[in-house]
């Protein structure tokens, strides 16, 4: 099997910091640029799993630069280039600290939430008698807030507002975008025979323009059902197909897993590792209309940080 990138130790010139996220890892050049890198980590219930996914950062990285490009006429974003199939390089913002997500359907966390009694998600009413995967009536925003380290926390409207949190000038300016870029999601998703469930996105600052940052509308952040099957499902109270890292979570549920204290992750056998590989590339293909093409596997970090060092020789800024 391929090997999977799960670590990367850079120095570039000009390096000021980097972050390790669950994913990604990011550099910091000189408070000027960020360099993204999309490794195969994986995660799920805010925890990194012990095994890479071969392909999942190329997969993750070159779907959020086509969802970029197709929503730039929206909102700027971050993103300057992509000179590495598992690399997005772009401009250094000072991010928000509340992740905003969007749902279009009753489903994962918010049925589980919902099924225990809860009829209002994030501050924002739910109406009663839904059943799973239903669609709601318009879709919701339910914003968390972004923990540096452990679980995103659910947070309200009123609480972001009230808090400081972000100003309610800025917070507007987020709801519009997720609302606009989450309806061109969806109308992209359905010319591939797909239904854009529910996202998240992250937006940032620099100076006094919003951008969005980080990933868009990939698996890892995203949620999709297969479309020509969801009436017939859900008529019939069975599962949707998901496309998304839902199957992830519901494999380590059945195996008594939900990141809680104490709990063992379960033995991720190759045969696994393998079938989440094959999931993802298949995301890719369902969403972009395109065939996957992987990236040369041989000497991988090599390959990245010589495309990166490239681009930074020769970017003017």
Known sequence: MTDAIVKTDFNFAGLKSVYKGKVRDVYNIADKLLVMVASDRISAFDVVLPKGIPYKGQVLNQIAAKFLDATSDIVPNWMIASPDPMVTIGHYCKPFPVEMIIRGYLTGS?????????????????????????????????????????????????????????????????????????????????????????????????????????????????????ADEYEERF?????????????????LMENGFQGQHGQQVPTMTDAFVHSVSERYIELFEKVTGETFVKADSANVLSRIEKNINDFLSTYKG
């Open 235 to 251: 008529s019939k109270g069975e599962q949707q197909k998901q496309l998304s890292k839902e199957f992830v979570r519901e494999w």
């Open 110 to 226: 918010s049925w589980r939430t919902y099924k225990k009694g809860a009829r209002a998600i994030c501050g924002v009413p739910v109406p009663d008698g839904m059943k799973e995967h239903q669609r709601f009536p318009h879709p919701i925003i339910t914003p968390t807030t972004k923990a540096t380290e452990g679980h995103d926390e659910d947070i309200t409207r009123e609480e972001i507002l009230n808090s400081g949190l972000i100003s309610a000038e800025d917070y507007q300016l987020l709801e519009k975008y997720t609302m606009q870029i989450f309806e061109r999601g969806t109308q992209i998703a359905a010319e591939h025979g797909l239904i854009l469930v529910d996202t998240k996105y992250e937006f940032g600052k620099s100076g006094d323009t919003i951008y969005l940052i980080d990933e868009i509308h990939t698996p890892d952040s995203s949620r999709y059902f297969i």
